[in-house]
């Protein structure tokens, strides 16, 4: 069985992570499919080159409790360190509602459902440039 994430409407295959894949990429990769192993719920990936000189990609997931959000967040930074590609600064652990890893390359949001419900960052992120313009 495939996995498949959403990303910015449309669907990518998850694979794992190979030595011919971008290091942004493979780290995108990497986080997609640790998610997506762990149960994470309504994972999203949303490209944001060349619309944020923050960061390539955010990812934004679910988790159905915090005590999920935390073990969701404790093997995302695990196997970040165990493959190299990356290191990770972290925020909102002690309470884990919302938990932001950011690698640089790529930004992670995980969410408990109702918070991320609130904040939604999907659409936030998602305006077409052409409607923000407008």
């Not at 030595?19 to 997609?32: F, Q």
């Not at 999920?68 to 002690?94: C, M, T, Y």
């Amino acid at each position: 069985m495939e996995n498949s994430h959403r990303v910015e409407g449309e669907t990518a295959a998850a694979v794992r992570v190979t030595g011919d894949e971008a290091p942004v990429e493979a780290l995108e990769t990497l986080i997609l499919d640790t998610l997506d192993d762990d149960k994470a719920e309504d994972i999203v990936a949303i490209d944001l080159r060349g619309k944020s000189s923050v960061t390539d990609f955010m990812v934004i997931a679910s988790g159905r409790s915090a005590r999920h959000v935390n073990a969701l967040a404790d093997h995302l930074l695990r196997a970040i360190k165990e493959n190299g590609v990356g290191s990770a600064r972290v925020e909102g652990l002690q309470a884990c509602d919302w938990v932001l890893i950011d690698t640089g390359d790529v930004v992670v949001h995980l969410f408990r459902p109702e918070v991320r419900s609130f904040y939604n960052l999907e659409k936030m992120w998602s305006v077409d440039s052409e409607t923000a313009a407008g």
